[in-house]
């Protein structure tokens, strides 16, 4: 598990650290490993922060979590070094607003194809005049209900926007993207990626492997930080060969599908 940078949250009492503070690691020795949340319970999620993941994704959008859920496991992940990064549905200003105000520091929007979809999301997590979100600090567990001094002019500065690449028009404007002021880093999705380029499941395509090295390039030229989904170990060793910074190599539910189906078989004919 890594070691948190003593700037950015650390500077502001009482705002939880988020994934930029783990950057830049200490000469590369240990890469930032983290895995997706994606059933909701917050035992599930307590257990992975214990085991010594860098991060958790808490993911909104492809699993049923209601806001409700995502603050249950982010109290629980709190506990722990472990950070809690939150994934939303969409890139949407009122979404986002409210994933915020629940005390999301890391937030991941999904689908992000254009400058100008980088740019709305970066306006989302910015308070006016840099941006749009909406002013409700003193309702919300992201201020500590009006408990943490200058929240309002300092925000910003502890929250992490990351955007995801995830469809070949993403790759090809991937440079234009990464310079988009107020994004911090970018996350690559491999398998709708290669859905995009019409190589669906066929995540460790070489034309695929080859665009997602092509992302971990362009966003380390721009001077932000570059992960990427890739479950399968060797898979995600040879993007972190190539220069990723994070990985996300697992999902709760997966491993309790694969664990409990292997013990089955262990015990079948």
Same mark, same amino acid.
């Given at each position: &598990?890594?070691?948190?940078?003593?700037?950015?949250?650390?500077?502001?009492?009482?705002?939880?650290?988020?994934?930029?503070?783990?950057?830049?690691?200490?000469?590369?020795? /240990?890469?930032?490993?983290?895995?997706?949340?994606?059933?909701?319970?917050?035992?599930?999620?307590?257990?992975?922060?214990?085991?010594?993941?860098?991060?958790?994704?808490?993911?909104?959008?492809?699993?049923?979590?209601?806001?409700?859920?995502?603050?249950?496991?982010?109290?629980?992940?709190?506990?722990?070094?472990?950070?809690?990064?939150?994934?939303?549905?969409?890139?949407?200003?009122?979404?986002?607003?409210?994933?915020?105000?629940?005390?999301?520091?890391?937030?991941?929007?999904? &689908?992000?194809?254009?400058?100008?979809?980088?740019?709305?999301?970066?306006?989302?997590?910015?308070?006016?005049?840099?941006?749009?979100?909406?002013?409700?600090?003193?309702?919300?567990?992201?201020?500590?209900?009006?408990?943490?001094?200058?929240?309002?002019?300092?925000?910003?500065?502890?929250?992490?926007?990351?955007?995801?690449?995830?469809?070949?028009?993403?790759?090809?404007?991937?440079?234009?993207?990464?310079?988009?002021?107020?994004?911090?880093?970018?996350?690559?999705?491999?398998?709708?990626?290669?859905?995009?380029?019409?190589?669906?499941?066929?995540?460790?395509?070489?034309?695929?492997?080859?665009?997602?090295?092509?992302?971990?390039?362009?966003?380390?030229?721009?001077?932000?930080?570059?992960?990427?989904?890739?479950?399968?170990?060797? /898979?995600?060793?040879?993007?972190?060969?190539?220069?990723?910074?994070?990985?996300?190599?697992?999902?709760?539910?997966?491993?309790?599908?694969?664990?409990?189906?292997?013990?089955?078989?262990?015990?079948?004919?």
């Amino acid at each position: &598990m890594q070691s948190f940078r003593a700037e950015g949250a650390a500077n502001l009492p009482g705002a939880l650290p988020s994934l930029r503070d783990l950057f830049p690691l200490a000469d590369g020795e /240990q890469p930032v490993i983290g895995i997706f949340h994606s059933s909701g319970d917050p035992t599930a999620a307590e257990i992975l922060a214990g085991t010594g993941f860098d991060y958790l994704l808490i993911d909104g959008e492809h699993s049923p979590l209601s806001l409700e859920t995502i603050q249950s496991v982010l109290r629980a992940v709190a506990a722990y070094p472990t950070l809690g990064m939150v994934r939303v549905p969409a890139n949407d200003e009122v979404l986002i607003k409210q994933y915020l105000d629940l005390g999301v520091q890391t937030l991941v929007v999904p &689908m992000v194809d254009s400058v100008e979809e980088a740019q709305a999301a970066a306006r989302a997590v910015a308070y006016p005049p840099q941006g749009v979100r909406g002013v409700g600090s003193a309702l919300a567990r992201s201020g500590r209900w009006n408990r943490i001094p200058d929240y309002l002019a300092r925000a910003r500065e502890t929250i992490t926007l990351i955007v995801q690449t995830e469809s070949a028009d993403s790759v090809a404007n991937i440079r234009e993207i990464a310079a988009v002021e107020g994004v911090d880093g970018v996350f690559i999705g491999p398998s709708d990626l290669a859905a995009s380029m019409g190589l669906l499941g066929q995540q460790t395509h070489p034309e695929v492997v080859a665009a997602v090295k092509h992302v971990i390039t362009e966003v380390k030229a721009a001077g932000k930080f570059v992960g990427v989904n890739a479950f399968a170990q060797d /898979q995600a060793r040879d993007y972190l060969t190539a220069g990723a910074d994070f990985v996300n190599v697992g999902a709760d539910v997966a491993l309790l599908a694969n664990g409990s189906r292997a013990l089955l078989e262990a015990f079948q004919k």
